[in-house]
């Protein structure tokens, strides 16, 4: 999308696909990585949401890690990563946070609202609206909102989670032979798109069923 919408006109173009394909660099990924880029790409250059939409935000999709958000909540710190798609601007100014998916994965509204509380402090003021939208199969969510009562119950579950790990990390540091004690394993789907699959037994096991 990144590549498409580095210069619109590209969309347009009868070799605007050939020349993002290149962009990309797909030549050196596995056939069957191509194949599925390719349909991705030729369903958006078709349906090209994002054409004509005032876009604050969009990024590649390899940049890694984002930087941290820092939030307090009482005497407690704690960092918010929040890996954001796209954010463009409604014709009302509200800033409209899109996250794209692929596969069969269903929409998650937790992640919008991470997505939400991430946002009141990027963009603190600003009124903001999330949504979900399938490269795959052209599917897309209702937008999700939420108030400033909402954001905050979120901000507390984050605090009790952030706490909670802290002390696993600690626990994890005075006895790491206890490690997959301490962090059991819990395989599944998302295992696939782990960094760490490939060295995970359990993955390995889980997965290739």
């Known amino acids: 999308m990144y590549e498409f919408h580095q210069n619109n006109l590209i969309l347009d173009r009868e070799n605007g696909l050939e020349r993002v394909i290149e962009a990309l660099q797909l030549s050196q990924e ?3 990585i191509q194949k599925k880029i390719v349909e ?3 369903k958006y250059q078709e349906f090209p949401i994002l054409l004509d939409k005032n876009i604050t935000l969009l990024i590649r999709g390899d940049e890694g890690f984002p ?11 704690f960092k918010l990563y929040a890996a954001i798609d796209c954010i463009f601007r409604e014709p009302d100014g509200t800033l409209h946070i899109l996250d794209f998916k692929t596969g069969k994965s269903d929409f998650d509204l937790r992640q919008g609202y991470v997505y939400l509380l991430a946002a009141s402090y990027l963009y603190p003021g600003q009124p903001a609206v999330a949504s979900f939208y399938n490269l795959e199969t052209g ?3 209702e937008g999700i909102t939420a108030t400033p009562t909402q954001l905050k119950a979120i901000k507390i579950e984050f605090v009790q989670v952030a ?3 802290q002390k ?5 540091r005075k006895n790491p032979d206890l490690f997959a004690q301490i962090f059991p394993p819990n395989p599944g789907y998302a295992c696939r798109h782990c960094s760490f ?3 995970c037994e359990r993955s390995i ?5």
């Open 30 to 32: 596995t056939e069957e």
């Open 40 to 42: 991705i790409l030729k």
């Open 67 to 77: 930087e941290p958000i820092l939030i307090k909540n009482g005497n407690y710190w």
């Open 139 to 141: 599917k897309k969510s």
């Open 163 to 165: 706490q909670k790990h």
């Open 168 to 172: 696993s990390l600690e626990s994890y």
């Open 197 to 199: 699959n490939s060295i």
């Open 205 to 209: 096991v889980e997965v290739s069923v």
